[in-house]
């Protein structure tokens, strides 16, 4: 079972996207990975466990903030109702002014991936879709061509939930046993 990673904007759920992807993903039988919180990441990890009797789980890995009682709790609003696994982490999240070595929570989403799928999103998609393709990891964008115009270049970029599917067969082609 691979644990595939969907990157994408923390605030416009792209349902009519991450919907589609989120019930393929579990009807395949894999893992779902996502920051945890709104956006997008409600929008597919709803869909996800909406599937009856699918094998895999959900996965946030979520932003913090430090407690004195506890060392650290998850922001406001994290996780979102459907992640079934956290993974609190006291990495910071990447902002616009920190620097692209700088380590940051999507440094543990994008590793914690077999297979990253990007949606359209923001600063924080981009740093995750650059980190992806600097470690190696299979890495596609899904939606329309002109929401990656600011990725960075090398993403492929597909339309249709059967096109994520073959990406995926390609690069998890025998996956089951490699484990």
Known sequence: MATIGVMGSGKQ????LAAPLGVWIAQAGHNLLTGGGGGTMTCVARAFCSVPDRRGRCIGVLPSRPDAARGFVPLDGYPNPYVEISILT????HDLDTPPDALSRNHVNVLSSDLVVALPGGQGTRDEVRLGLLFGKPVVGFGPA???????PGLPVVSSVQDVAMFADRHLGGYESRR
């Open 13 to 16: 759920g792209w349902d009519e």
């Open 146 to 152: 002109r929401a990656f115009d600011a990725m960075p």
């Open 90 to 93: 006291p990495l910071p999240r």
